[in-house]
């Protein structure tokens, strides 16, 4: 009787098997996983509160910690991807009437100071040149004029290739009375970051770039002073699933029995476990070397097929995802086409301020090898040969 009130046939789509296609994903994210983390992720299911569970988070925070190089018991994993701890950490930090200062120098600044006035904060950018990793003197003097209660800054912006400098920064913010808060979602792993050392108040990090694993857990710690500001607040924060001090329960960062909060994804954590697993593996030093090498690799490539770095500055270059200016005669969007199409490889064009502007090659994790940067470049010289457009 009930099929009678069926007026919709299943999706023929649905009916046939999953087909994914194989590719090497040198675009800025996410990356390939590697056999190990997928054996991971597809482990049976265990309950979000089964103590075998717990015990992963546990072994989850202490890999975060290592990661970040800090002992900050606020550490723990939102169940989101990086968009997901940015907002999760603004919104914890600040209420109405609070002003953040953003440094945009790219993409994820842009987002920060979106998110900021969404929330209601009083978002102020320190505009930065795309390319550049130098900190402009207005954007330090904007630390006076506005008096915010947070500096945000992305370490690795991954739509202009840019390494930001944080030496001396944090120390900085706190002599003016502001927390500091750093995006290194696409540099965790890749390039060297100390956050006890460097005063970095809130950091947060991504499972899809260096860590290997699919998209959907989001690393991130909290110092002290952030936590006391946090317990500080005048009202709850706007978001009761970002709830920091729900989510510092369920995580045990408090001292206090755990309780349910939200169902967790419980195999990404697994997946999440296992590359904080293989980065504790090759440790960090070696990590952040591998990346400096293929990526120095890759850039003299580059050089070699007539093609400009899009940031000049060899220490100011992010070591996971490179930019080159898209040559003169070319359409970014046919090279990217090219390169999938006759090579199964990702690679991606600019993003934000860079849109048009650059082609964007990720090395990052398992997939920073000389093997695929030796890939990439035969890949793309042979995109050069057959892509370019003829004048009128």
């Not at 550490?75 to 440094?103: K, P, Q, R």
């Not at 706007?238 to 755990?258: H, I, K, Q, T, V």
Request: glycine content about 10%; hydrophobic content about 40%; aromatic content about 6%.
């Amino acid at each position: 009787m009930a099929t009678s009130l069926l007026r919709f046939p299943p999706p023929q789509g649905l009916l046939r098997p999953l087909a994914v296609p194989e590719r090497l994903l040198l675009g800025p994210g996410p990356s390939n996983v590697p056999p190990r983390i997928l054996a991971a992720g597809g482990q049976q299911l265990l309950g979000h509160m089964h103590p075998e569970v717990l015990q992963v988070m546990d072994e989850i925070k202490a890999g975060i910690q290592y990661a970040f190089q800090t002992q900050n018991p606020l550490t723990l994993a939102i169940s989101g991807t990086g968009h997901c701890a940015m907002e999760a950490a603004l919104l914890n930090l600040l209420e109405h009437g609070d002003t953040v200062l953003v440094a945009v120098n790219g993409m994820w600044g842009q987002r920060a100071a979106d998110i900021a006035r969404r929330l209601g904060m009083l978002g102020t950018p320190g505009q930065h040149h795309p390319g550049d990793g130098h900190l402009p003197l207005c954007f330090m003097q904007g630390l006076v004029r506005h008096k915010p209660s947070v500096l945000f800054i992305t370490h690795g912006e991954s739509s202009t290739g840019v390494l930001q400098p944080l030496e001396g920064l944090g120390k900085l913010c706190h002599w003016h009375g502001c927390l500091l808060l750093v995006d290194a979602v696409a540099s965790l792993g890749g390039a060297p970051i100390f956050m006890d050392q460097q005063e970095i108040d809130v950091l947060y990090s991504g499972s899809q770039k260096v860590l290997n694993a699919p998209p959907g857990s989001a690393p991130i710690s909290f110092s002290k002073q952030a936590r006391e500001k946090m317990l500080r607040r005048k009202t709850k924060p706007p978001s009761f699933y970002l709830d920091m001090g729900w989510l510092a329960n369920y995580w045990g960062c408090d001292g206090e029995p755990r309780r349910y909060h939200h169902t967790a994804p419980i195999n990404s954590f697994f997946s999440l476990r296992e590359g904080l697993a293989m980065l504790a593996e090759l440790g960090l030093e070696s990590s952040w070397e591998r990346h400096r090498a293929n990526c120095a690799q890759l850039c003299k490539g580059l050089r070699d097929l007539g093609l400009e770095l899009f940031v000049k500055e060899e220490k100011a270059r992010l070591p996971t995802i490179t930019t080159v200016r898209v040559p003169e005669g070319y359409d970014w969007k046919d090279i990217v086409a090219f390169l999938m199409d006759n090579h199964a490889i990702e690679i991606t064009g600019g993003l934000g301020p860079s849109v048009g502007k650059v082609l964007r090659i990720g090395l990052m994790g398992c997939n920073s090898t000389s093997g695929n940067v030796d890939r990439v470049l035969r890949a793309l010289r042979d995109a050069l040969r057959c892509c370019r457009r003829s004048r009128l």
